[in-house]
C-alpha cells in the first residue's frame, strides 16, 4: 500500500524501538538485590516475585515501587530507593532488529527522525543514551519536560516536535505500539498514524480509538511509505 509523499517518521519508545521490559528487569535485579540483603531472602527468589507482580500489575501502575516496598515490608523510604534504582539502572538496551534496519533505511533516504516518550526525564534520558538514539534522530521530546500535563497523549509534544522537525503534520507519520497514549494526540494534529502491534498492548482492544495503519514489524513501514 503506498500513501502520499512523507518528510518525517516520528516513533514512540517504550516497546515501539526496544523491549521495555529489559529495563525493568534490569532494575529489578538491583532491587531484588537490597531486598535480598535486608529480608534475608534469596536474590533469585525476590526477583521472581517482583517480575510476577510486575506481570500481574501491568506497566501502567504508578505505585510500583511502593507496592515492592509494602510486599516484602520494607519501609516507605524503600519506595524512594527502588525508584532511583529504576531511574539509574544499566541494563545494556538493544534496538529491536526491525527497528535498527528500518531506521537506517530511513536515514538512508533522507527522512526527519522524530522520537516523542512519555515517562520520567531521567529514566527516558538514560534510556535513550543507552540505546545511543541521540545522534540518530533530528529532534527528541520527552513529553514531561514540557510539564507533566503535557504528555502523550495531549497535543503538545506533537507539536513540539513538528516544530522541531520543521516539517507540517501532513508531511509526518507517527509511529507508536500504545492505542491508549499514542494516537489521540497525532490524530488531532493531523498526523497519519501506525500502530506497531507489539508488546504489553499488541492485543489491546482500539475500539474508538483511530489509527490509520497497523502493522507487527517495523519492515512493514517501507510498504508504506511512497519512495
Known amino acids: 500500500m503506498i500513501l502520499l509523499s512523507y518528510d518525517a517518521v516520528i516513533f514512540d519508545l517504550d516497546d515501539t524501538l526496544y523491549e521495555e521490559e529489559a529495563y525493568f528487569r534490569e532494575a529489578f535485579m538491583d532491587i531484588a538485590a537490597v531486598v535480598s540483603r535486608e529480608r534475608a531472602i534469596s536474590q533469585p527468589k525476590v526477583y521472581k516475585r517482583i517480575l510476577k507482580e510486575f506481570h500481574d500489575k501491568g506497566s501502567r501502575f504508578t505505585r510500583f515501587f511502593e507496592h515492592v516496598a509494602n510486599l516484602f515490608e520494607l519501609e516507605q523510604s524503600y ?100 492505542p491508549m497514549t499514542d494516537f489521540e494526540g497525532a490524530n488531532g494534529v493531523g498526523m497519519t498514524t501506525v500502530r506497531l502491534r507489539r508488546g504489553e498492548f499488541e492485543d489491546l482492544d482500539t475500539t474508538g480509538v483511530q489509527v490509520d495503519h497497523e502493522i507487527t514489524s517495523h519492515y512493514e513501514l517501507k510498504n508504506l511509505l511512497d519512495l
Open 79 to 178: 519506595h524512594n530507593r527502588f525508584y532511583e534504582l529504576y531511574l539509574n539502572t544499566d541494563a545494556n538496551l538493544v534496538l529491536y532488529p526491525d527497528a535498527e534496519e528500518t531506521l537506517i533505511w530511513l536515514q538512508n533516504r533522507h527522512y526527519r527522525l522524530g522520537l516523542i516518550t512519555n515517562g520520567s526525564v531521567t529514566a527516558q534520558r538514560n534510556k535513550i543514551k543507552q540505546l545511543g538514539l541521540g545522534c540518530r534522530f533530528d529532534a527528541i521530546c520527552v513529553s514531561r519536560e514540557l510539564g507533566e500535563k503535557f504528555e502523550k497523549p495531549h497535543p503538545r509534544p506533537y507539536l513540539a516536535i513538528l516544530t522541531q522537525l520543521d516539517v507540517c503534520a501532513g508531511e509526518s507519520v507517527y509511529v507508536g505500539d500504545d
